[in-house]
């Protein structure tokens, strides 16, 4: 019988992790490879998808065909549409029929199985064999939501780049998925295929390397935007000032040249308020206005700094292109950070964790590099530290790790670590920290009913 691989992808990052995935024989030979691509914008019909980035030429010898999902399923929208239980066999008899996959044995490698559009697929294929490619930081967090075992059981591996070396994902542990590191030497091998396509990244900034000799040698600190507000975290106005502090903080520590790559639905005006306060602080801020990868701009600007908020390129500078970085804005978003399960909590409290502070490291020399300043917790604690937050935030999917969670609390819980925390959520889950329950037997009574109310409400 006959054998196709469908790989699933919805961004170029995507995309590169599976072709360094596929480059380092972690996929077993097939009759055919195929490469399903689903735009998940909210407008789709503007924002073009990864196979018409600049690159994706690169990626395309790789697989034997590519596939449209949002072509597919139109008029629905990848995100929000799934097929009803009854529908699905003629689903997959229409997809067989549609794709050429006749009887074929199926193997399916998706990213953020969770949700929609790769649930949708596992679903419409209820027999194929199942991969999960990960996500970035969100890999170490734990499974955000309950997943039908129909399809959970079914996955074999998580495949996932070397982030945070040491440490161990979360993400769908509870079905025994198997972790298996993407090398990281191959991902930087796609990104550097990847490059050859970029062009010219910075602009003005090069051209007055003539005049100015030595002095435009100096590589750029480069500034990333996540467009938090679109994720409704912080305001628009509070993102905007977000972006001022990092040109504060980078001019602060020496840097007149910096380069500003901003989230590809940001609004332009946000770029415009970036260039002026450069301007008024001396230095230079070129605007990059073309969707390449953060990787990509590692590789070819080289870049003397990288500053963020949380995002996983922060740890793709850090691990795989030894780039200093520095974090800016994350220990108010703990607090605010709402529910205490939202899926970005983890990331979130990674960067926090690991990487220095921009604001704090600006009260070195003007002119130096910025130096990593002490984390808030150890690399020995690190893995106590996400498991007991995975717990916090998934009791109810991940109860085998109470124990942990109660172990790294009495331990390590102190001033320097409870902003990971909320006092009521962990009196609510009955964890060191919490407030204690009373003695008499009909508070605790009520007590008890108003922990399963809120385990009902949080869960």
């Known amino acids: 019988m006959r054998t196709t691989q469908i790989f699933f992808a919805s961004t170029l990052y995507g995309a590169a992790t599976l072709a360094a995935a596929l480059d380092s024989g972690s ?75 006749g ?17 949708a697929l596992a679903q419409l294929f209820p027999d194929a064999r199942l991969d999960v490619y990960a996500d970035g930081l969100m890999s170490y967090g734990p499974t955000r939501n309950k997943i039908d075992p129909l399809v959970g059981e079914r996955v074999r591996r998580l495949l996932h780049l070397d982030l945070v070396p040491g440490l161990r994902p979360l993400l769908l ?13 191959a991902f930087t091998k796609v990104v550097g295929e990847l490059a050859q396509d970029a062009g010219e990244l910075t602009g003005p900034a090069d051209t007055d390397a003539d005049t100015d000799g030595e002095a435009d040698a100096e590589p750029p600190a480069l500034l990333l935007g996540q467009y938090l507000a679109a994720l409704e975290i912080i305001s628009a106005e509070e993102e ?89 804005g994350t220990e108010p978003l703990l607090d605010r950070l709402a529910p205490y399960h939202n899926s970005n909590r983890v990331p979130l409290t990674i960067v926090d964790a690991l990487l220095p502070d921009l604001e704090e490291s600006t009260t070195g020399t003007p002119g130096s590099p910025v130096a ?12 106590g ?37 909320k006092r009521r959520r962990l009196t609510v889950l009955g964890l060191p920290g919490g407030i204690p329950v009373p003695r008499n037997a009909a508070v605790r009574r009520v007590a008890r009913r108003v922990r399963r109310l809120k385990r009902v409400t949080l869960g």
């Open 27 to 101: 996929f077993a030979p097939a009759d055919r490879r195929l490469l399903l691509v689903t735009n998940n914008a909210a407008n789709p019909e503007t924002t073009p998808a990864l196979d018409a980035l600049p690159g994706f030429e690169r990626l395309r010898g790789r697989f034997d065909g590519v596939l449209s999902w949002n072509e597919t399923i139109s008029p629905f929208h990848p995100a929000g549409w799934l097929p009803r239980p009854d529908d699905v066999p003629m689903w997959e008899r229409y997809l067989r029929a549609l794709w050429g996959l």
């Open 103 to 119: 009887d074929d044995r199926l193997e399916l490698v998706v990213e953020s199985i969770q949700v929609n559009p790769s649930l």
């Open 240 to 328: 905007e000032d977000l972006h001022l502090r990092m040109v504060r903080g980078a001019v602060a520590l020496g840097h007149r040249r910096l380069v500003f790559k901003p989230h590809p639905t940001a609004p332009a005006a946000w770029s415009r308020a970036l260039e002026r306060e450069a301007e008024k602080l001396g230095a230079e801020l070129t605007v990059l206005d073309r969707p390449v990868l953060a990787e990509v701009l590692y590789r070819e600007l080289k870049p003397a700094l990288v500053v963020g908020c949380f995002s996983t390129a922060l740890l793709t500078a850090s691990t795989f292109y030894g780039i200093p970085v520095a974090k800016l």
């Open 173 to 185: 542990e509870e079905f025994g998925a198997e972790p298996r590191l993407v090398p990281t030497e």
């Open 385 to 421: 530290l996400v498991r007991t937050v995975g717990f916090a935030m998934q009791p109810q999917i991940r109860p085998d790790l109470r124990e942990a969670a109660v172990s790294y609390l009495t331990a390590h819980l102190s001033a320097r670590t409870w902003r990971y925390f």
């Open 372 to 383: 990593p300043g002490s984390p808030v917790v150890a690399d020995e604690e690190l893995s």
